[in-house]
């Protein structure tokens, strides 16, 4: 998946819904700081940098694959940091289900405590971003400028993958 430059995205937005998620599922435990928030982007570009992907990501956005690469870099540094770590699933995987259902899921997942939901857009947008509740609309935590999904508007404008939620569960390492 490969995010577009518009209307105030960039093709960053799998390393800013990377860092929202954990920010989100990490919060009974931790408030993350803005600056914190930079240092976990930060450790992810250098990351990238490393392994020399950091301009093909720039130029073409995050795939699934690197996503996982994102969220084992963040969970290397909360674990150092704060004895905090964060279990990454993608529980709908290859799971036949119709669209509400889907919608219902990240419904439920979203709900629980300690836990954020990454999704993927396609359609209208190709994005990556965090889901925050879901009622009539998916309200997001978004690092551009779309902050709510109608569901009507699923999946005639926006769809979102299956394949493509990520479910992120943080808890206190023992």
Known sequence: ??????????????????????????????????????????????????????????????????????????DEKLKIDFDISIKVSRPLLRKK?????????????????DTAVLIGLEGKYSHWTTVDKVKNSITLLDSGSIKQIPIRNIPQIHQISKNDVYVIKARVCK
């Open 97 to 113: 289900l119709p669209v509400d259902e889907v919608i219902n899921q990240i419904k439920r997942y979203s709900e629980m405590p």
């Open 1 to 74: 998946m490969t995010a577009i430059i518009s209307q105030g995205f960039t093709y960053l937005c799998g390393c800013f819904a990377s860092v929202i998620s954990t920010t989100k599922a990490i919060s009974g435990f931790k408030h993350l700081s803005k600056e914190y928030q930079r240092e976990l982007l930060n450790a992810i570009y250098i990351n990238l940098e490393n392994c020399g992907k950091l301009l093909s990501v720039h130029l073409t956005g995050t795939e699934n694959s690197l996503l996982k690469m994102y969220f084992i870099c963040i």
